[in-house]
C-alpha cells in the first residue's frame, strides 16, 4: 500500500482504478488447472513431465524453466502455451519442474541444480535433445550444454552480464539480500515473497498500471482469466535454497561472476564460446526483468519488442517467439 501512495498518491482516481482491479482479481474464479502430464524422468526432486503425448517418436525438446517461478508459464493455458505449440510442429517437447524446496536442500546453489539435476535429467535420455532455457533457466541450461551433450541451445530472455543492470538496481538487490541473509540462513531457505519484493520495484508504476486497465472486466473473460493465470503464477513459486540465493544475489548481482568469465561448473568454465552446439538467443530491447545489456549477446542473437513475460506468452508470441523457435529446431532435426 504504500508503494501505490507514493506511485499514485497525486491521482486518486487512477489508485481507485487500481484497487477496483487488484480487488477484482482476488475474487476471480480460478478456472484454468495446467495439466502436469505424464512423468519421463525423476532426479531427486527434480521431475520431467510430458503433457503433450506424441502420436509417433519424435525429438525430444526439454523445456527449463526459471526455478524462481513454477514452470507452467511455458504451458500456462490452451491458447497460449509454447509446449503445446512444439507439439503441433512435430517435436516432443517435456517440462521440467525443479519441485518442493525444503530446509534440507538449503546447500544447494546454481551450480548444484546443474550437476545434481539438469544435467543427470539430460544424460538419462536415451540420446541428446534439443534444450530450451527461460529466464535463469537459460542460465542454466547454457551452462549445462557446456557439460553434457545436446543437440541445440535455445535461450529466451537469459540473464548473464549482470553489470548489464543499472548500478541502483544491484544496490536495491543487494540491499535487500543484506537485510534478509540473517534470517534466510537460518531457516535454510529464501521465501519466494523477498524474491519477488525485488521484482516488484522493477517496473515501477507499471505494476499498477496493470491493475488499473482491469477495472469494469467481466469476471468471466478470457482476458482476466489470462490475467489471473499469469499473476498466480508471478506471485506463487517455491522457496530457493540459502545457497542458490546467496549465489544469485552475492557472486552474480554483486560480482558479476557469469559475464566476468569467472563462473566454473564442474570444472568448465562457462562462457558463450564454451558452447559447442547450435544455440540461438532471442531477447528484448524492452525487458524489465532481464534487460537487454545483461543478455550474454550469443552470436545468433535475435532481439525482439515485448516484455519478459509478452514474448513467451502475449498476443505476439506465435509470430516473434514461438514460430522462429520452431523454424530454428526443424533446421537442427535429426533423423531418429
Not at 474464479?29 to 506424441?54: F, I
Not at 517440462?95 to 538419462?124: C, F, M, R
Not at 548500478?167 to 541473509?181: F, G, H, I, M, V
Amino acid at each position: 500500500m504504500k508503494m501505490l501512495w507514493e506511485t499514485m498518491g497525486h491521482e486518486p482516481e487512477k489508485m481507485a482504478r487500481v484497487l477496483k482491479g487488484v480487488e477484482l482479481y482476488q475474487h476471480a474464479p480460478r478456472n484454468r488447472q495446467p495439466s502436469s502430464g505424464t512423468l519421463v524422468a525423476r532426479q531427486g526432486r527434480v521431475e520431467l513431465r510430458r503433457p503433450y503425448p506424441p502420436q509417433v517418436a519424435q525429438e525430444m525438446v526439454l523445456l527449463v524453466p526459471s526455478p524462481i517461478n513454477s514452470a507452467y508459464i511455458l504451458d500456462i493455458d490452451h491458447d497460449a502455451s509454447l509446449m503445446r505449440y512444439l507439439s503441433h510442429q512435430g517435436f516432443d517437447p517435456v517440462l521440467l519442474h525443479w519441485g518442493k524446496t525444503l530446509p534440507e536442500h538449503a546447500d544447494e546453489n546454481i551450480d548444484t541444480y546443474i550437476t545434481d539435476y539438469l544435467v543427470p535429467l539430460l544424460q538419462s535420455q536415451n540420446s541428446p535433445v534439443h534444450l530450451v532455457g527461460y529466464c535463469l533457466g537459460g542460465l542454466l541450461a547454457m551452462a549445462a550444454s557446456c557439460i553434457t551433450p545436446v543437440k541445440s541451445l535455445t535461450l529466451i530472455a537469459p540473464p548473464w552480464k549482470f553489470d548489464g543492470y543499472s548500478d541502483q538496481r544491484r544496490e536495491d538487490l543487494s540491499a535487500l539480500w543484506a537485510a534478509n541473509k540473517a534470517s534466510c540462513e537460518t531457516i535454510g531457505l529464501v521465501p519466494m515473497e523477498i524474491i519477488q519484493s525485488g521484482f516488484w520495484t522493477l517496473s515501477g508504476g507499471g505494476l499498477f498500471n496493470k491493475y488499473a486497465r482491469l477495472a469494469g472486466l467481466d469476471p468471466e473473460s478470457d482476458r482476466l482469466q489470462r490475467f489471473v493465470a499469469i499473476e498466480d503464477w508471478a506471485n506463487g513459486g517455491a522457496p530457493l535454497p540459502y545457497a542458490f540465493a546467496r549465489q544469485l544475489f552475492e557472486d552474480f548481482y554483486t560480482d558479476n561472476m557469469p559475464g566476468k568469465g569467472g563462473w566454473r561448473v564442474s570444472g568448465c568454465t562457462i562462457t558463450p564460446e564454451a558452447v559447442q552446439v547450435p544455440a540461438i538467443e532471442f531477447a528484448s530491447c524492452s525487458d524489465a526483468i532481464v534487460p537487454l545489456a545483461s543478455s550474454p549477446a550469443m552470436p545468433n542473437r535475435t532481439v525482439l519488442n515485448a516484455g519478459h513475460v509478452g514474448m513467451v506468452i502475449g498476443s505476439g508470441a506465435k509470430s516473434k517467439l514461438w514460430m522462429q523457435i520452431g523454424l530454428w529446431l526443424k533446421q537442427h532435426r535429426q533423423k531418429l
